[in-house]
């Protein structure tokens, strides 16, 4: 009798240990770090929310999930322009198919930009500082956009233009433009190459 409960307990922790699973490896927050390692990674609406991409070019080679610009928009105003996406071929994920975009003038060293300024597709008076998310996954696209009323920040926290890094932190609210939906972005960090 006493070897039957023993296989049972056994049973019994053997089923609690399968059903944990840590998360993928590339589902992991990436450190925050300040040396051009082209990573990028934040929480979204609580999740981990990683940049990475299978896509690839036309000629095979792979693309980069986290891209960088800085440069002059219109002398003598400097702008950052950050974009990472998130691509992947796993459908049921619900940020399978995803892109952050950060866009930061008058940069020129490290400091906060507050993201709350209104923007409508339409720049007149030059580039403004807003962050936007955007879903993919079902037509028509959802872009969520950073406001007056849905304000974020981005802290750069090097901005190196003879080694060409920037990195930083960031977290920001967006709402789709055309009301309703919302998506709340926390814990965001980035290191990348320009």
Known sequence: MSFRPSLLLLGSLL??????????????????????????????????????????????????AVRARWGVVRPPAHHLSLSFDKQIDDESH?????????????ITRPGTVVLDQRYDGLVINGPIAYAAFTYYQTPPDQEMRTGPATPGRVV???????????????????????????????????????
């Not at 589902?27 to 390692?37: H, V, Y």
């Open 15 to 64: 089923g609690l240990t399968q059903c944990y699973s840590p998360p993928a490896p590339e589902d992991k927050m990436p450190d925050a770090t300040q040396t051009g390692a082209n990573t990028a990674g934040c929480r979204v609406d609580g999740l981990p929310w990683v940049a990475r991409t299978n896509a690839q070019a036309m000629s095979g080679a792979p693309l980069s």
């Open 156 to 194: 750069v926290t090097r901005l190196d233009t003879v080694a060409r890094i920037v990195s930083g932190t960031f977290e920001f609210t967006a709402r789709n433009p055309s009301g309703g939906a919302t998506v709340r972005v926390t814990e965001g960090r980035f290191d990348c190459k320009f």
């Open 94 to 106: 619900v940020h399978s198919r995803t892109y952050l975009r950060l866009e930061l003038p008058g």
